[in-house]
């Protein structure tokens, strides 16, 4: 049996989950499909589904089994399913394109010319390629709010240090296998730290707590330490000198 | 109405039913790790079991009433005084302004819960008063800390049978989404296994020990982070089983072999370190019966608390009771 046929695979998790999966690896029209699938699922959920939320490449969906059978949701799912080609489906609507002011290298951000070497590129080279780079959110975990971002080209596919990095601050850009991880909070890492900006992807005491949203886009622009020691939160409504606007579909 | 905390074991939260919703944030549920014991202290109290308490990880600490204030004691049974007279656990008590409550170490179990009528009137974040001590939502209590009441008006004396879940036991555990990445001789060993809970046991996991090799899913070491839920158990590196609780993170990329059912977390989270603990797997039906069953016992528990009857000897004053007072109703819905 080879894993193409066996996706879409929709199975329980845990007493009150199913999961809907639509690849056992990372690629853009898997996660393009659990995007979609769950944004469809959204429109019309049927009662007894509390809650939902996506995952590199599957959707999810936690609901009361004594309200809502597992056959009878199971089965609403694969109608669902059936209706289209999840993998070639349009993004959701209502998506947003964020620029971030990042500082490549200095010591806001010391494993910018590590990676670079690593992906054979100068360090000049790397930040063009990086702060060009438009990535998605693939999706959001690990810690509350935390994206995962890609995804980047395939020079960027460098391995983990052997070493753990004790601690990164919140605002760290981090480069990972092709992907970039914004951190939500300051945490220990085992990838490199290529970037630093002041955008905050959870703040709890606020009214809107949560920055971003799976499928959400971001470029992080090249700035100046000068520049980004200027950048000024005292704004409510400002978020590291991040600028935002609507995805057109 | 409030408690002033004098003095605090180190992992004593704040905790409610939890914080549902924001699994697409990354932020997961967090809430009582023995949600029955929620249960059971709204039912001594005559009140909603959405009412907050205090969690206490192994151990206590003192606290100071301002006011008068009515408490209730579940969960892991621990030594309990009010001004240096026992009282007993699983239980509802008033506290006269002054009167200083003080709650020592776990006999059974690990984590006991401190009840106040009214439910302790913490900040509502994101719509619940759960702590969440990883995702930085609300912090330990600590000495000096003062735990206000939102205002209830139940009275003590009232006592509630508790379900033996302190020492360890079976575990009914149900297939989930990974287990087919086990083979099969390796999920009848799990069966087989007898573990004892770990030294590394916190709100977020609890790692279970055993003698003999690890467990471990063949071939896919590279597993994609996928979804996880509490009671999902996961294999680290050392093979070890990882019981994830109600803090853990909302995806991983460890592989799970089962899932606790959820009316065994609590059984799962009060087991003490060494305790000895085993996974049976049941089917799914049976899993929807025994949790079936579960929820229509929490839903009569407000009509089991009794009326917690002293023994006269043990009254020091008997005449100074006034021992026909109003009639009180511990299902009261206060607030």
């Known amino acids: 049996m080879t894993h193409a046929d066996a996706f879409p695979l929709i199975r329980p998790l845990g007493l009150d989950g199913l999961l809907v999966s639509f690849a056992d690896t990372m690629s853009e029209p898997a996660n393009r499909a659990a995007l979609a699938f769950r944004a469809a699922l959204l429109s019309d959920l049927p009662e007894g589904v509390l809650e939902t939320s996506t995952s590199l490449t599957s959707a999810y969906l936690r609901f009361d089994p004594l309200v809502l059978p597992h056959a009878a949701l199971q089965s609403w799912l694969g109608q669902l399913l059936a209706t289209q080609d999840w993998y070639a489906a349009p993004l959701p609507a209502g998506r947003r394109l964020w620029r971030v002011p990042t500082v490549y290298g200095t010591d806001l951000a010391p494993q910018l010319e590590e990676a670079a070497a690593l992906a054979g590129l100068s360090p000049q080279d790397a930040v063009e390629r990086l702060s060009a780079s438009r990535v998605r959110v693939l999706t959001i975990g690990f810690a509350p709010g935390q994206p995962y971002l890609g995804s980047l080209g395939p020079e960027f596919n460098i391995p983990r240090q052997q070493e753990l990095t004790p601690m990164v601050p919140a605002g760290a850009l981090i480069l990972a296998i092709s992907q970039f991880v914004l951190f939500s909070g300051p945490a220990p890492t085992g990838w490199r730290h290529v970037g630093q900006t002041a955008f905050r992807c959870f703040r709890p005491e606020r009214k809107h707590s949560f920055a971003l949203a799976a499928g959400d886009e971001m470029i992080f622009e090249a700035v100046s330490p000068e520049a980004f020691a200027a950048i000024d939160d005292r704004d409510a409504g400002s978020n590291g000198g991040a600028r935002v606007e609507a995805i057109r579909a | ?335």
């Open chain 2, 1 to 335: 109405m409030s408690l002033i905390v004098h003095s605090i074991g180190p992992a004593c939260t704040v905790q409610d039913q939890g914080r549902p919703g924001y699994l697409d944030q990354g932020l997961s549920r967090s809430g009582a790790a023995d949600l029955l014991a929620l249960h059971e202290g709204a039912a001594l109290l005559g009140q909603r079991p959405s009412c907050a308490a205090l969690e206490m990880a192994g151990f206590g600490g003192s606290f100071e009433a301002v006011g008068a204030v009515n408490i209730a004691l579940t969960g892991a049974p621990m030594q309990a005084s009010i001004d240096g007279a026992q009282v007993a656990w699983n239980a509802s008590h008033m506290l006269t302004n002054g009167q200083v409550l003080t709650i020592g170490a776990a006999r059974q179990g690990t984590y006991g819960y401190l009840h106040i009528a009214g439910g302790i009137d913490a900040p509502l974040m994101l719509g619940a008063r759960a702590t969440h001590l990883t995702a930085n939502i609300g912090r330990a209590v600590t000495p000096g800390d003062m735990l206000p009441a939102s205002g209830g008006k139940a009275a003590g004396g009232y006592k509630i049978a508790s379900t033996d879940r302190f020492t360890g036991g079976s575990l009914r555990v149900i297939a989930s989404a990974q287990t087919g990445l086990f083979s099969a001789a390796t999920l009848e060993r799990l069966e087989h296994t007898m573990f004892h809970r770990g030294a590394r046991a916190n709100r977020m996991g609890m790692q279970l020990d055993m003698d003999g090799p690890g467990f471990a899913a063949e071939g896919q070491l590279n597993i994609l982070s996928e979804v996880i839920t509490p009671g999902d158990i996961q294999m680290t590196g050392s093979g070890n089983p990882f019981i994830l609780l109600p803090e853990c993170q909302t995806t991983g990329g460890y592989p799970r072999i089962a899932t606790v059912i959820p009316c065994d977390l609590p059984r799962a989270a009060q087991a003490p370190g060494g305790a000895p603990l085993r996974l049976q797997f049941v089917t799914l039906e049976e899993a929807l019966a025994l949790q079936a069953a579960f929820e229509a016992e929490l839903a009569r528990l407000p009509t089991r608390p009794e009326p917690l009857v002293r023994d006269p000897h043990d009254i020091s004053d008997l005449l100074s009771y006034q021992l026909v007072s109003g009639v009180v109703s511990a299902t009261d819905q206060g607030e």
